[in-house]
Protein backbone atom coordinates (compact mmCIF):
# COMPACT_ATOMS: atom_id res chain seq x y z
CA UNK A 1 0.00 0.00 0.00
CA UNK A 2 2.51 2.33 1.27
CA UNK A 3 5.03 1.81 -1.93
CA UNK A 4 3.87 4.36 -3.94
CA UNK A 5 4.30 7.20 -1.64
CA UNK A 6 7.93 5.74 -0.48
CA UNK A 7 8.60 6.38 -4.69
CA UNK A 8 6.97 9.52 -4.91
CA UNK A 9 8.63 10.93 -1.55
CA UNK A 10 12.19 9.04 -1.90
CA UNK A 11 12.32 8.87 1.66
CA UNK A 12 13.79 5.90 2.07
CA UNK A 13 16.93 5.68 3.32
CA UNK A 14 17.08 9.53 2.40
CA UNK A 15 19.85 11.04 4.57
CA UNK A 16 18.73 12.83 7.91
CA UNK A 17 20.20 16.40 7.25
CA UNK A 18 17.66 19.26 8.85
CA UNK A 19 18.03 20.82 12.06
CA UNK A 20 16.89 19.63 15.33
CA UNK A 21 16.93 21.41 18.62
CA UNK A 22 14.77 22.63 21.26
CA UNK A 23 13.61 25.88 19.06
CA UNK A 24 12.84 23.47 16.11
CA UNK A 25 10.58 21.37 18.34
CA UNK A 26 9.03 24.34 20.04
CA UNK A 27 7.87 26.12 16.81
CA UNK A 28 6.16 22.89 15.84
CA UNK A 29 4.67 21.68 19.02
CA UNK A 30 3.10 25.46 19.77
CA UNK A 31 1.28 26.68 16.98
CA UNK A 32 -1.19 28.63 18.62
CA UNK A 33 -0.24 31.69 16.37
CA UNK A 34 0.40 31.92 12.97
CA UNK A 35 -0.17 29.54 10.19
CA UNK A 36 -3.44 30.94 9.35
CA UNK A 37 -3.59 29.56 6.02
CA UNK A 38 -3.13 25.69 6.50
CA UNK A 39 -5.26 26.02 9.30
CA UNK A 40 -8.07 27.46 7.30
CA UNK A 41 -6.96 24.68 5.01
CA UNK A 42 -7.30 21.49 7.71
CA UNK A 43 -10.33 23.38 9.31
CA UNK A 44 -12.82 22.13 6.11
CA UNK A 45 -11.95 18.47 6.55
CA UNK A 46 -14.85 16.26 8.21
CA UNK A 47 -14.38 14.98 11.55
CA UNK A 48 -13.68 11.41 11.17
CA UNK A 49 -11.71 11.97 7.61
CA UNK A 50 -9.40 14.65 10.17
CA UNK A 51 -8.91 11.82 12.24
CA UNK A 52 -8.06 8.92 9.28
CA UNK A 53 -5.43 12.12 8.52
CA UNK A 54 -3.19 12.48 11.68
CA UNK A 55 -3.21 8.44 11.08
CA UNK A 56 -1.89 8.80 7.42
CA UNK A 57 0.26 11.80 8.93
CA UNK A 58 1.88 9.44 11.96
CA UNK A 59 2.30 6.70 9.33
CA UNK A 60 4.51 9.13 7.00
CA UNK A 61 6.61 9.69 10.21
CA UNK A 62 7.26 6.28 10.92
CA UNK A 63 8.25 6.00 7.02
CA UNK A 64 10.60 8.89 6.97
CA UNK A 65 12.67 6.28 9.72
CA UNK A 66 12.30 3.21 8.47
CA UNK A 67 15.35 0.98 9.03
CA UNK A 68 16.89 3.66 11.31
CA UNK A 69 19.62 1.80 13.80
CA UNK A 70 18.19 4.17 16.37
CA UNK A 71 14.17 3.02 16.56
CA UNK A 72 14.12 -0.31 18.34
CA UNK A 73 11.69 -2.76 16.56
CA UNK A 74 9.99 -2.41 19.90
CA UNK A 75 9.05 1.17 19.48
CA UNK A 76 8.12 0.64 15.54
CA UNK A 77 5.86 -2.05 16.50
CA UNK A 78 4.37 0.34 18.93
CA UNK A 79 4.02 2.73 17.01
CA UNK A 80 2.22 0.72 13.76
CA UNK A 81 -0.45 -0.37 16.83
CA UNK A 82 -0.79 2.84 17.59
CA UNK A 83 -1.51 4.09 13.95
CA UNK A 84 -3.75 1.00 13.81
CA UNK A 85 -5.89 2.39 16.77
CA UNK A 86 -6.49 5.52 15.14
CA UNK A 87 -7.34 4.20 11.69
CA UNK A 88 -9.88 1.58 13.69
CA UNK A 89 -10.53 4.67 15.68
CA UNK A 90 -12.04 6.64 12.48
CA UNK A 91 -14.59 4.29 12.04
CA UNK A 92 -15.32 4.44 15.36
CA UNK A 93 -14.24 5.78 18.40
CA UNK A 94 -14.91 3.02 20.42
CA UNK A 95 -12.05 0.86 18.95
CA UNK A 96 -9.71 2.58 19.99
CA UNK A 97 -7.94 3.70 23.62
CA UNK A 98 -6.83 7.09 24.70
CA UNK A 99 -3.50 7.12 23.37
CA UNK A 100 -1.82 8.26 25.79
CA UNK A 101 2.21 9.36 25.31
CA UNK A 102 4.71 11.67 27.52
CA UNK A 103 7.76 11.97 29.48
CA UNK A 104 7.11 8.61 31.39
CA UNK A 105 7.81 6.77 28.49
CA UNK A 106 11.37 4.78 28.57
CA UNK A 107 11.87 5.67 24.74
CA UNK A 108 14.26 8.84 24.19
CA UNK A 109 12.85 11.69 23.44
CA UNK A 110 15.42 14.08 22.44
CA UNK A 111 17.68 13.65 18.54
CA UNK A 112 17.38 13.83 14.90
CA UNK A 113 15.05 10.80 15.02
CA UNK A 114 14.08 10.19 18.46
CA UNK A 115 12.82 14.12 18.92
CA UNK A 116 10.65 14.70 15.68
CA UNK A 117 8.69 10.82 16.63
CA UNK A 118 8.25 12.24 20.49
CA UNK A 119 6.71 15.20 19.21
CA UNK A 120 4.51 13.42 16.68
CA UNK A 121 3.31 10.82 19.18
CA UNK A 122 2.30 13.56 21.65
CA UNK A 123 0.69 15.72 19.33
CA UNK A 124 -1.25 12.01 17.88
CA UNK A 125 -1.87 11.89 21.73
CA UNK A 126 -3.63 15.13 21.96
CA UNK A 127 -6.03 14.35 18.81
CA UNK A 128 -6.83 11.05 20.44
CA UNK A 129 -8.05 13.20 23.30
CA UNK A 130 -10.12 15.34 21.65
CA UNK A 131 -11.84 12.68 20.04
CA UNK A 132 -12.20 10.47 22.68
CA UNK A 133 -14.08 13.67 24.63
CA UNK A 134 -15.96 14.96 21.48
CA UNK A 135 -14.23 18.30 21.05
CA UNK A 136 -15.12 20.05 17.69
CA UNK A 137 -11.46 21.52 18.33
CA UNK A 138 -9.71 18.27 16.31
CA UNK A 139 -8.27 20.56 13.68
CA UNK A 140 -5.83 22.18 15.61
CA UNK A 141 -3.75 19.57 16.42
CA UNK A 142 -3.01 18.29 12.59
CA UNK A 143 -1.20 21.99 12.35
CA UNK A 144 2.05 20.49 14.27
CA UNK A 145 2.22 17.01 12.35
CA UNK A 146 1.79 18.93 9.18
CA UNK A 147 4.40 21.39 10.18
CA UNK A 148 6.94 18.39 11.59
CA UNK A 149 6.39 16.15 8.11
CA UNK A 150 7.62 19.33 6.01
CA UNK A 151 10.62 20.49 8.22
CA UNK A 152 11.79 16.70 8.12
CA UNK A 153 11.14 15.50 4.32
CA UNK A 154 14.25 15.40 1.84
CA UNK A 155 11.72 16.75 -0.66
CA UNK A 156 9.59 19.28 0.39
CA UNK A 157 8.08 19.60 -2.92
CA UNK A 158 6.54 16.29 -3.65
CA UNK A 159 5.66 16.49 0.17
CA UNK A 160 3.60 19.91 0.04
CA UNK A 161 2.18 19.19 -3.52
CA UNK A 162 1.30 15.98 -2.03
CA UNK A 163 -0.53 17.28 1.23
CA UNK A 164 -2.10 20.25 -0.87
CA UNK A 165 -3.51 18.09 -2.43
CA UNK A 166 -4.65 15.47 0.06
CA UNK A 167 -6.27 17.60 2.13
CA UNK A 168 -8.56 19.99 -0.49
CA UNK A 169 -9.69 16.45 -1.96
CA UNK A 170 -10.45 15.33 1.59
CA UNK A 171 -12.25 18.65 2.10
CA UNK A 172 -14.26 17.95 -0.90
CA UNK A 173 -15.05 14.66 -0.54
CA UNK A 174 -15.37 14.85 3.46
CA UNK A 175 -16.59 17.96 4.48
CA UNK A 176 -16.88 19.60 7.98
CA UNK A 177 -20.07 19.88 9.25
CA UNK A 178 -19.42 23.29 11.23
CA UNK A 179 -17.49 26.39 10.52
CA UNK A 180 -15.38 27.63 13.43
CA UNK A 181 -15.58 31.05 11.96
CA UNK A 182 -19.71 31.66 11.71
CA UNK A 183 -20.55 29.40 14.42
CA UNK A 184 -19.80 29.90 18.14
CA UNK A 185 -18.35 26.61 19.29
CA UNK A 186 -16.85 26.39 22.95
CA UNK A 187 -14.90 24.27 23.96
CA UNK A 188 -17.16 22.16 26.08
CA UNK A 189 -19.58 21.34 23.18
CA UNK A 190 -19.92 17.98 22.13
CA UNK A 191 -19.44 16.73 18.54
CA UNK A 192 -21.93 13.24 17.40
CA UNK A 193 -19.08 12.18 14.75
CA UNK A 194 -21.35 8.94 14.16
CA UNK A 195 -23.20 11.34 11.43
CA UNK A 196 -19.39 11.43 9.61
CA UNK A 197 -18.93 8.63 7.08
CA UNK A 198 -15.68 6.45 8.00
CA UNK A 199 -12.86 6.81 5.87
CA UNK A 200 -10.56 4.15 4.63
CA UNK A 201 -6.78 4.10 5.15
CA UNK A 202 -6.39 3.52 1.69
CA UNK A 203 -8.29 6.61 0.69
CA UNK A 204 -4.97 8.65 2.23
CA UNK A 205 -2.16 5.78 1.76
CA UNK A 206 -2.84 4.41 -1.47
CA UNK A 207 -2.47 6.55 -4.43
CA UNK A 208 -4.48 4.05 -6.60
CA UNK A 209 -7.22 4.33 -4.42
CA UNK A 210 -10.59 5.31 -5.65
CA UNK A 211 -13.56 6.18 -3.42
CA UNK A 212 -17.09 4.92 -3.50
CA UNK A 213 -18.89 4.00 -0.23
CA UNK A 214 -18.95 0.40 -1.46
CA UNK A 215 -15.33 0.15 -2.03
CA UNK A 216 -14.92 2.27 1.25
CA UNK A 217 -17.06 -0.74 3.08
CA UNK A 218 -15.23 -3.32 1.82
CA UNK A 219 -11.67 -1.59 2.07
CA UNK A 220 -12.69 -0.88 6.05
CA UNK A 221 -14.26 -4.51 6.62
CA UNK A 222 -11.44 -6.02 5.65
CA UNK A 223 -8.97 -3.84 7.73
CA UNK A 224 -10.84 -4.16 10.77
CA UNK A 225 -11.42 -8.03 10.53
CA UNK A 226 -7.18 -7.97 10.08
CA UNK A 227 -6.87 -6.26 13.57
CA UNK A 228 -5.80 -8.34 16.71
CA UNK A 229 -7.32 -6.61 19.48
CA UNK A 230 -5.03 -9.05 21.94
CA UNK A 231 -1.99 -8.09 20.59
CA UNK A 232 -2.58 -4.31 20.27
CA UNK A 233 -2.84 -3.45 23.70
CA UNK A 234 -4.38 0.37 21.83
CA UNK A 235 -7.55 -1.24 20.78
CA UNK A 236 -10.74 -2.33 22.96
CA UNK A 237 -11.60 -5.65 23.09
CA UNK A 238 -15.44 -6.32 22.18
CA UNK A 239 -16.24 -6.77 25.27
CA UNK A 240 -15.09 -3.41 26.22
CA UNK A 241 -17.07 -1.78 23.23
CA UNK A 242 -19.96 -3.42 23.98
CA UNK A 243 -20.02 -2.46 27.55
CA UNK A 244 -19.23 1.15 26.58
CA UNK A 245 -22.04 1.00 24.44
CA UNK A 246 -21.00 0.34 20.65
CA UNK A 247 -24.03 -0.94 18.64
CA UNK A 248 -23.09 -3.50 15.91
CA UNK A 249 -20.40 -6.76 15.89
CA UNK A 250 -17.59 -5.18 17.19
CA UNK A 251 -14.71 -5.71 14.23
CA UNK A 252 -16.70 -5.78 11.21
CA UNK A 253 -19.02 -3.21 9.23
Known amino acids: MYADLESKFNWKQAPIDYEWNSEVSFGISYTMEGHLRLKKALNKMGYKASIGFAAALLNLVLLRFDGHPDLSKEFVDDVNNRIDSIFAAAVDPLY ?27 KIMHVSLEYNFKCHYIHRHLVGLVLLLNHIAPDNKAFNEWLANKIKETA ?13 I ?21 EDYQYTP ?3 RQKINAFLQSLDYRSNPHLRSPEEMLEAGFAGTPYTL
Not at 172 to 184: A, D, G, I
Open 186 to 206: SEDDEYDCSIDPPVPREFFLD
Open 172 to 184: SMFPCSYNYENEK
Open 96 to 122: GHILRYGTHSEVPTEGVVHGPCSVALD
Open 214 to 216: ETA
